[in-house]
């Protein structure tokens, strides 16, 4: 073996190799900052989401928007929704997030000066075109901090047309449907479905679908003018109540099986084992796609207040560390065009944000056969807040098991609620 100490090569040769070594650490670096990819000189601009079924018509969109950028690629990150929200805080703090990701808690990033001015690098004529409950969604101390990218619309009643004729239920009798005090008419038609099926409904830990929707038509509120939680009030015990004596009823799938599986209940539809679904239109392709039965769409049951939904818009963010602001820039531009954003509606996967787009959502599912007005229908009504202010995330990290608790049964509902006001109350001021 040749000691590594007795090689000494000529003088040129150790000139060779700094520069050979030179010029890979220069490649290297480039390749890490996100300037060049092998010898194309484009600039590489990186975008997360949460959600891999988006990727086709992203990569569409992003197609069309290279052909145009030529000098910029974009390269599409996918963080699964379970860990989505603690990764992007850790690399937010870290510095590694990507340039531009999705969004829909946002103000701990921006009152820390982590995201981009939308307003200001897009200018303020950009958010006419947008939906304007997804720029009020983003709006925070008269800014505007992400581009909107589409809606849920307003919450819907699935239902199996086969167990409600075994039922004896006319679907149309759906949209009148009560809950709640002497003239509850929910529930008893609950009781006829879990005569035909193993379970009627939904109900349970389903925070934008189920939980919100009843605690708005109840008359109460998710939180106050200052952030503060305030759903643990008389109407919050009469929603919350009503849910849980529906799933001690045996007229919804017990916690145990849908705590753990956010999935379960869409899943227990699917397999024609549930009558009613209660959810939006991020699950109608699903359903469209793998519902082996007939099968429609209903407006969700009036509540003492009458029939109140929230809504929710997904947004990209710009970090405001990227190398790169200007590409950012002209990607967010493009993506919050009509011309842009009109690919996400064209395979009826989701509502664009950009409202002049909206109708090639529409248009498509009735070119299906499928009536989604019902979600348009139900926001010409009241509206609750899904949740806003710095620390929210924190926050509802901490509500949703102590509400896992109560529809368990473990906790009583007054306690319950209690419990998970303070502790949202706590992580929302410890911010």
Do not use: C
């Not at 000691?3 to 030179?22: F, M, N, Q």
């Not at 018509?57 to 690629?73: G, H, I, K, M, T």
């Amino acid at each position: 073996m040749i000691s590594a100490a007795r090689i000494s090569p000529k003088s040129s040769t150790r000139v060779v190799l700094a520069l050979v070594l030179s010029a890979v650490l220069l490649i290297a670096a480039a390749l890490w900052l996100g300037h060049s990819e092998g010898s194309s000189g484009r600039t590489v601009v990186r975008m997360r989401i949460w959600d891999e079924s988006f990727i086709p018509a992203y990569r569409a969109s992003l197609d069309a928007f290279q052909r145009a950028n030529p000098d910029v690629e974009v390269r599409i990150t996918v963080v699964p929704w379970a860990s989505y929200q603690q990764k992007l805080r850790l690399d937010v703090a870290g510095g590694t997030a990507d340039d531009v990701f999705w969004t829909n808690t946002f103000e701990d990033y921006a009152d820390s000066g982590r995201l981009l001015d939308v307003g200001a690098l897009l200018g303020a004529d950009a958010a006419r075109a947008w939906d304007t409950s997804a720029v009020t969604q983003f709006s925070r101390d008269g800014k505007l901090w992400a581009v909107p990218q589409f809606v849920d619309g307003g919450t819907a009643v699935y239902y199996n047309r086969t167990l409600l004729a075994a039922a004896h239920i006319d679907p149309a009798a759906l949209s009148g449907l009560r809950w709640g005090g002497d003239g509850d008419t929910f529930a008893p038609m609950l009781r006829r479905l879990a005569a035909v099926a193993p379970w009627a409904y939904n109900a349970g830990n389903d925070f934008q679908s189920v939980e919100l929707p009843f605690l708005g038509s109840a008359g109460g509120r998710l939180q106050g003018p200052d952030d503060r939680f305030v759903f643990d009030g008389p109407q919050g015990r009469q929603a919350f109540g009503y849910l849980v004596r529906l799933i001690a009823g045996k007229l919804a799938p017990s916690a145990a099986d849908t705590g753990n599986d956010a999935d379960f209940t869409r899943n227990a539809f699917l397999q024609g084992k549930m009558a009613l679904f209660q959810s939006g239109t991020y699950n109608l392709a699903t359903i469209a796609q793998q519902a082996k039965f007939p099968w429609g769409i209903a407006m969700i049951p009036a509540g003492p207040a009458g029939r109140v939904s929230t809504d929710n818009a997904i947004g990209l963010a710009g970090n405001a560390a990227t190398r790169h602001p200007d590409a950012v820039r002209r990607l967010l531009t493009w993506l919050g065009s009509a011309e842009g954003n009109r690919y996400l509606a064209t395979s009826g996967a989701t509502i664009p944000a950009v409202v002049a787009d909206q109708r090639v959502y529409r248009d498509y599912w009735a070119h299906k056969g499928i009536d989604v007005s019902p979600f348009f229908d139900v926001l010409d009504g009241p509206r609750i807040d899904g949740g806003s202010g710095a620390g929210f995330a924190a926050a509802y990290d901490l509500i949703t098991p102590i509400l896992s608790e109560m529809y368990l049964g473990r906790t009583p509902v007054p306690e319950a609620l209690d419990s998970a006001v303070a502790a949202g109350n706590s992580a929302m001021s410890d911010r």
